[in-house]
């Protein structure tokens, strides 16, 4: 069983930075692919970053050239840090781990961009 903890959610304001991170119960090392994603209130749940065990990354196009996710193997965390925040990216975000054939979702964590 996978329990990823998301957490540096809160309130910015435009143009500024967050960076959130994923903790998780075992060693992340062992996991292929994790990602975030987000929800916006009203809106269906939508992939914001991945990574695999090699470093490889893909984001989506909204947030490319401002968000960027890495992985520490020795702290079993994956972060996203996110610059130049816009008003549409408040959302809950969500940390995502893909281990033997199983998707697992940490609680979330609000990030909310407003003046």
């Known amino acids: 069983q996978v329990q990823l903890v998301e957490s540096g959610g809160g309130l910015v304001q435009p143009g500024g930075s967050l960076r959130l991170s994923c903790a998780a119960n075992?060693?992340?090392?062992?996991?292929?692919?994790m990602a975030w994603y987000r929800q916006a209130p009203g809106k269906q749940r939508e992939l914001v970053a991945t990574?695999?065990?090699?470093?490889?990354?893909n984001y989506a196009d909204s947030v490319k050239g401002r968000f960027t996710i890495s992985r520490d193997n020795a702290k079993n965390t994956v972060y996203v840090q996110m610059n130049s925040l816009k008003p549409e990216d408040t959302a809950v975000y969500y940390c995502?781990?893909?281990?033997?054939?199983?998707?697992?979702w940490g609680q979330g964590t609000q990030v909310t961009v407003s003046s």
């Open positions: 075992i060693r992340i090392s062992s996991i292929n692919d």
């Open positions: 990574i695999t065990s090699g470093g490889s990354t």
């Open positions: 995502n781990a893909f281990y033997w054939l199983k998707s697992y």
